[in-house]
């Protein structure tokens, strides 16, 4: 199946740090969400990305749906403690033989954020 | 607005053993989701459904049953627990668009 390449798997930074994670396929999606996971809760949607180029914020984050539809990226700037946890990419594509408009998604393994005193 | 709400948070079955994780929601979703969620890894789909009646199989099906009786549930059932079925359970739903909402999770151990 698909798979995404997400990095780094693990990030230290210091509060007030920009942070920026990205991840890749080897195939084309038409859709790019990022998630965080807090310890012991579900993933949460942070930013959907529905067009190649296109460039979304949220807040202090922001990220970007690569040119190739191969790739997307998350920043965050000025990190604060709350940021801990784990980011998530999520790449959708239509399931091929559905006429349902269903879309799966493929997720990347994670960064995980750790903000050093 | 409760959102996704699943049961039980943990569970601890012996191998063999069945049971039925609950997963609902009350935002009128026609797409719902599992995923299991193994230590260090993405999340990986078990199955789906498009609407209520209609189910199919993800990346990981095996093991594991659903069905979608109504808008609201779609409760994952396993038949013989074994212990490669210990993971973090994670029901979601979305609307059209690919956004899913997530339940907080069922940690189940099989020993």
């Known amino acids: 199946g698909q798979q995404l390449n997400q990095s780094p798997q693990s990030m230290f930074i210091q509060e007030g740090e920009d942070v920026s994670m990205n991840c890749t396929s080897s195939s084309i999606f038409n859709t790019w969400l990022w998630y965080k996971q807090d310890p012991g809760e579900g993933p949460v949607l942070l930013i959907a990305?529905?067009?190649?180029?296109e460039l979304t914020s949220n807040g202090r984050l922001t990220a970007q749906f690569g040119i190739t539809r191969k790739d997307s990226f998350l920043n965050i700037s000025a990190s604060i403690p709350s940021d801990v946890g784990i980011y998530f990419c999520?790449?959708?594509?239509?399931?091929?033989?559905?006429?349902?408009?269903?879309?799966?998604?493929?997720f990347g393994t994670g960064t995980r954020l750790t903000i050093i005193p | 607005n409760a959102g996704v709400t699943q049961t039980p948070k943990f569970r601890i079955l012996k191998i063999g053993q069945s049971m039925t994780l609950q997963c609902t929601q009350d935002?009128?979703?026609?797409?719902m989701y599992w995923y299991r969620q193994d230590p260090g890894m993405g999340l990986k789909l078990i199955y789906y459904s498009v609407g209520a009646g209609i189910t199919d199989k993800g990346e990981v099906p095996n093991g594991y049953n659903v069905s979608r009786s109504t808008t609201e549930d779609f409760p994952l059932r396993l038949e013989l627990a074994a212990p490669s079925q210990t993971s973090v359970y994670f029901c979601?739903?979305?609307?059209?668009?690919?956004?899913?909402?997530f339940g907080q999770g069922t940690r189940l151990t099989v020993v």
């Open positions: 935002m009128n979703h026609n797409y």
């Open positions: 999520a790449g959708q594509t239509p399931v091929g033989k559905s006429n349902f408009g269903n879309e799966k998604l493929t």
């Open positions: 979601a739903s979305s609307p059209v668009r690919p956004e899913a909402f």
């Open positions: 990305l529905y067009k190649a180029g």
